[in-house]
T-cell receptor
Framework: DVKVTQSSRYLVKRTGEKVFLECVQD?????MFWYRQDPGLGLRLIYF???????EKGDIPEGYSVSREKKERFSLILESASTNQTSMYLC?????????????FGQGTRLTVV | QKEVEQNSGPLSVPEGAIASLNCTYS??????FFWYRQYSGKSPELIMF????GDKEDGRFTAQLNKASQYVSLLIRDSQPSDSATYLC????????????FGPGTSLSVIP
């Protein structure tokens, strides 16, 4: 079975803290993505990576950074957490045949910044 | 113009009726199309994918694709309250890296 695992299901952090969200996939996929999802706004792409040590900004990268040191692991970093970063964070791993990529999601991390 | 568009809803249908969810996309080079279902507080799960023009059926679900009109739809027959969820349309784009573009989702409510 395909598996994408996020390190935490729920997280509460204080304003100004550095926050790490981890995502691990066991499908040997090259492409991994971090989204945040807020009511009424849908899935918004923060960063993605298509290879080890490679990263690309998505639509809303401000306040975030990422790390991809190993193929299976993609980390999202909130450099200095703020209350407007309270959200559901979803990691996705994408793979399959060329032109038939499927997205597999982790269980999500609901982050609350207080 | 957004790459993948959906009616946000909410769409309400009575139990046993057919629910029809619609999606349009802008990239003519798109090759594969997906429907994800997302229950409140959960992550999206893949329920249907379609590559060729026409219809694809899987149980109570039918995906319909019209590449000329850049339109993909999902029909849910005999709708059940357990079908109440947000349905995300997703499209695979051909670029130097494969990625899937998601629509904003349509909220479906099936009324018992």
């Amino acid at each position: 079975d395909v598996k994408v695992t996020q390190s935490s299901r729920y997280l509460v952090k204080r304003t100004g803290e550095k926050v790490f969200l981890e995502c691990v996939q066991d499908m040997d996929h090259e492409n991994m993505f971090w989204y945040r999802q807020d009511p009424g706004l849908g899935l918004r792409l923060i960063y993605f990576s298509y290879d080890v040590k490679m990263k690309e900004k998505g639509d809303i990268p401000e306040g975030y950074s990422v790390s991809r040191e190993k193929k299976e692991r993609f980390s999202l970093i909130l450099e200095s957490a703020s209350t407007n970063q309270t959200s559901m964070y979803l990691c996705a791993s994408m793979g399959g045949q060329k032109g038939a990529t499927e997205a597999f999601f982790g269980q999500g991390t609901r982050l609350t910044v207080v | 113009q957004k790459e993948v568009e959906q009616n946000s809803g909410p769409l309400s249908v009575p139990e046993g009726a057919i629910a029809s969810l619609n999606c349009t996309y802008s990239d003519r080079g798109s090759q594969s199309f997906f429907w994800y279902r997302q229950y409140s507080g959960k992550s999206p799960e893949l329920i249907m994918f379609i590559y060729s023009n026409g219809d694809k059926e899987d149980g109570r679900f039918t995906a319909q694709l019209n590449k000329a009109s850049q339109y993909v739809s999902l029909l849910i027959r005999d709708s059940q309250p357990s079908d109440s969820a947000t349905y995300l349309c997703a499209v695979n784009t051909e670029t130097s890296y494969d990625k899937v573009i998601f629509g904003p989702g349509t909220s479906l409510s099936v009324i018992p």
